[in-house]
Structure formats: structure tokens, C-alpha cells
């Protein structure tokens, strides 16, 4: 008797399994919701009315157009991201995630978006450039959970280099506007777009060239997914396709940049 009563639970629990999985295939995703920090020009931002604007929220709005969803935007911290996609807070990051290999271990991506290089910013005139032995005694701000940030506390961090990290790109801005850091690392489009154009980044400039470390920034930007949501990056990654093929990733890429930003 007790080895029937095993045997039809374990048929219980295999048709359960079956039901889940089944469900979990015919998910639809009539809706998509993507999370957004939304501090970086000219990718994610906030205009003057509060909408979310810029070159990532235009390429998710044109992939939900062409998948027939509903866009969701989730405002989030960038650190947390990757938590919060875990915890389903929402199904993807598109938000200037770069796929570092640190990050591919815990996640999935979809096919690239992109690729901009990082750089250095810091007064004009102050000769710093960004080695070690220059910053040495400095402070260099970075954005809290990027690769910026794993970049500048692998290389400078134990040379005698504070690193400070902020919970968004504004933060870093201000506090190297008021001389509280002296320069700051980050995406090197979103620094010349985002700040270096603009009146207050006029004083400022690039320091140095363009830093190089594949193990740390990898081979470009995606939208960061679920492991297991391999339907969904299937979709996306068909619609990137489209999108590129047709030009209309071309067309939108070319309101914000003058330049490939797509990369090699």
C-alpha cells in the first residue's frame, strides 16, 4: 500500500511539474517590463516632464512595438538590478548593461545593442591621466554595481586610489562638480552627450585614452534577462535582427549619436 500511495504521488507531482512547465512556454509576453536607471544621457534619462527619454528607452519601445507588448518601465537603482530581475521585479534590464563576463555567470543577454568605450574625466589643465601612479592620492568617482567601478577598484584601488561609488551617474557629477573627487569614470559616450556638452561639463575634458580590460567591460551592451526566459531573448533577439536589417535601428541610433554606435 505505501509503495502505491509513492508511486501516485510521484505521478502527482511529475503531471504538476508538466503543468508548470507548459505554463511557463505558453507565457505570451504581452507585456515586457524593463528596469531603468534612468541617470544616463543620451541613453536613459528624464525630461523635463518627468517621461523617460533616450537612445535605450526609444530601442525597447520600438522592440514591445514590434513583439505586440505593452512597454513597462521599472525605475531602479543600477546596483540592484540584477537583484531585481532575479526577484521578477522585472523581465529584462535595458539600461546600459554592458555583458561582462562577472555578469554572464548570473544572467543571460540578449544579442548586442552596442558598444561605447570607457573613459576618464577630469578638469582640464589638471594632468591627470588614468594610471595608478597619476591618480595616486585622488579620488575617482564611479556609478554604484558598473563595471567602471570593478574596473577602477581592480586596477587602482589598492595603488593608493579612492574609489568612490554612487548609487547613480548624477551623483558622481556633483560631487566632482564641487570638487568633492577629482575626476570620474564612466561610459565615455554618455560622459561627452551627458555632461561634457553640456554647460557645467564645460570645464572638464577627457583624460587620458580609452581603457582597455576584456575580462572586466566584455564585447558590448544587451539587455540582461533571466536564464531561464530563453523564449523571450529568442524574441527579442529576432527583433534586434529585424530592427538592424530594416534600418530602424540605424534611424534611431542616428537621433542621438553621430557615430557606429553599434561597434565592431
Same mark, same amino acid.
Request: aromatic fraction near 8%; glycine fraction near 10%.
Given at each position: ?10 505521478? %502527482?507531482?511529475? %503531471? ?6 507548459? +505554463? /511557463?512556454? /505558453? ?31 526609444? +530601442? ?11 512597454? %513597462?518601465?521599472?525605475e531602479n ?26 555578469? +554572464? ?5 540578449s544579442s ?8 576618464? +574625466? ?9 594610471? #595608478? ?20 577598484? #581592480? ?15 548624477? *551623483? ?13 569614470? *564612466?561610459?565615455? %559616450? *554618455? ?14 575634458? =577627457? #583624460? ?33 535582427? #529585424? ?13 542621438? =549619436?553621430? =557615430?557606429d554606435v553599434?561597434?565592431?
Amino acid at each position: 500500500m505505501k509503495r502505491l500511495l509513492t508511486l501516485l504521488l510521484g505521478a %502527482v507531482l511529475a %503531471v504538476s511539474a508538466i503543468s508548470n512547465l507548459s +505554463v /511557463a512556454e /505558453a507565457k505570451d509576453w504581452s507585456t515586457i517590463r524593463f528596469g531603468v536607471d534612468a541617470s544616463y544621457p543620451p541613453f536613459e534619462s528624464k525630461a523635463a516632464d518627468g517621461t523617460l527619454v533616450g537612445f535605450d528607452i526609444d +530601442v525597447g519601445n520600438e522592440l514591445c512595438r514590434r513583439l505586440n507588448a505593452k512597454c %513597462v518601465w521599472v525605475e531602479n537603482a543600477f546596483d540592484g538590478m540584477i537583484p531585481g530581475l532575479k526577484a521578477r521585479k522585472f523581465d529584462g534590464v535595458l539600461s546600459t548593461m554592458s555583458m561582462t563576463p562577472a555578469r +554572464v555567470q548570473q544572467i543571460a543577454f540578449s544579442s548586442k545593442l552596442f558598444h561605447v568605450p570607457t573613459r576618464l +574625466v577630469a578638469k582640464k589643465g589638471s594632468k591627470i591621466e588614468p594610471t #595608478a601612479e597619476s591618480l595616486a592620492g585622488k579620488a575617482v568617482g564611479v556609478e554604484q554595481g558598473s563595471m567602471q567601478e570593478t574596473f577602477a577598484k #581592480a586596477h587602482w584601488g589598492s595603488k593608493g586610489v579612492r574609489v568612490v561609488s554612487y548609487a547613480d551617474q548624477d *551623483q558622481v557629477y556633483a560631487d566632482l562638480l564641487s570638487g568633492r573627487i577629482d575626476a570620474s569614470l *564612466q561610459n565615455a %559616450v *554618455q560622459a561627452e552627450r551627458g555632461f561634457l556638452d553640456t554647460p557645467r561639463g564645460k570645464p572638464y575634458g =577627457f #583624460a587620458g585614452p580609452t581603457l582597455e580590460d576584456s575580462a572586466i567591460f566584455g564585447p558590448g551592451t544587451a539587455i540582461g534577462l533571466r536564464k531561464e526566459d530563453t523564449d523571450l531573448k529568442e524574441k527579442l533577439d529576432g527583433a534586434i535582427a #529585424a530592427m538592424i536589417k530594416d534600418g530602424t535601428y540605424k534611424k534611431i541610433a542616428d537621433k542621438y =549619436f553621430d =557615430f557606429d554606435v553599434y561597434g565592431k
